[in-house]
């Protein structure tokens, strides 16, 4: 396990590459943020805290030469992994983290150099740019799903020949939530298969054992996360802005990667109480406007939910990364339970069925205006949220903001404030009118 021992170095090196390359960024230095959060007693922490220490501590241990640490696609449930022990590193996730302290630009050119493709999804191309410079913390070996990123796949095979470890694949069939119960039930069957393979094959790469007694915990924990996170939702239906939209659009639950841990509870727990808090106060603001945001946001620049929120009276009261798609888990079933999982995401399935959630979100969440903001590589969401504006602008007035979450050189302020005006300027005549 020589390799392990490249680790220390390789954070040395990112620390290095963040200080010598950072451009405009919406953190502070990496080093700095993440060495203020740990020296914190948890106590003094509020929810988005905690969820940024949580990350950066799964983070750091990424970069322990005594961790065992595997790289995982986007999508990829990990309890499994959380009741082996094994760090669960994303590469797509960390580039989110990478556009936030301003080296993405630099990155994504590298791994654009490389794969000689401009209109991948730069969360993908920015990886592969740090995988290049040998940035990231060597794994032990490699895990994605077909689920849903196109690129996953290629990522993963770059992945294992870039670092010369084992990769395993899992196949999840397209479409999960319109199939007929006979097909559902197979293609559960087929994904529970194939996480009872990998687990053998984590058994074999790692010489480490599950336990099923461990998985069944972690399983009950990552219920009681979600149980959490529902109740907080919940808070915000008929409510004031009870937070930031910008925190929470970093929750982004549907991609994190700590479910199973203790640290979700206590995270979601937190939320759902400062919520109930704010609640208490009748809200953080008087928001007039409210905004369901659908995908992620730029991670390089917060400008356009600032200027929402503090210029344009409008609150975010959902967002589609923080929708909990999936049912609670059987702990006593917990390969079928996490094959549902990975079967049930929306954005894995045809169209209509984005049509049917948005247009369930308008009554359920009181909402003035929807507002979709396209990454352009996303092969998934980038027609689809023009396709759903399209479709449901009868239903509800939407905007589609084009540009890149990850890649600052795809998005310029100035040029979506005139159509962002546009579009508040219409919701503030109609609620004029209303009154
Ligand atoms: S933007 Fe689309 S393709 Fe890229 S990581 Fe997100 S879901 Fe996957």
Redesign the pocket.
Known sequence: MEYRLKRTQQLQDFLKFSQEHKEKSTMKDMGEKAGALLKKPASELSASQKRGRGITDMFIKAYDPNSCVVWHS?FMPTEIFQAMDIVPFTA?MAAAGIAGAGISRVLVERGESYTQCMDS?S??TCSAGAMLEHLFPEPDFIVTTSQ????AMKLARFSAQITGRKEFFIDVPFGGMVMNPDQYRDAVDYVAKQLKSMVKFIEQETGRKLDEDRLYEVMQRSNEAREWFLKAMELRKNNYPLVRGVQMLDYSVVLLNIWGTDAAVDIFKSLYEEMQAACAKGGISKGIHRIVWIHLRPYYDNTIINYIEKERGAYLVHEMSNFIFWDAFDPADPYRSLARKMLSNP?YSPVEVQFGIYEKYNKLFNVDGMIGFT?K?????YSSIHMCAEHLKDDTPWLVIDGD?IDPRAYSFPLVKTRIDAFFDMLDMKKERME
């Open positions: 986007l797509e999804c969360f993908a849903l990123c196109d690129t954005a990454h590589g996303c092969r998934h969401l979450c």
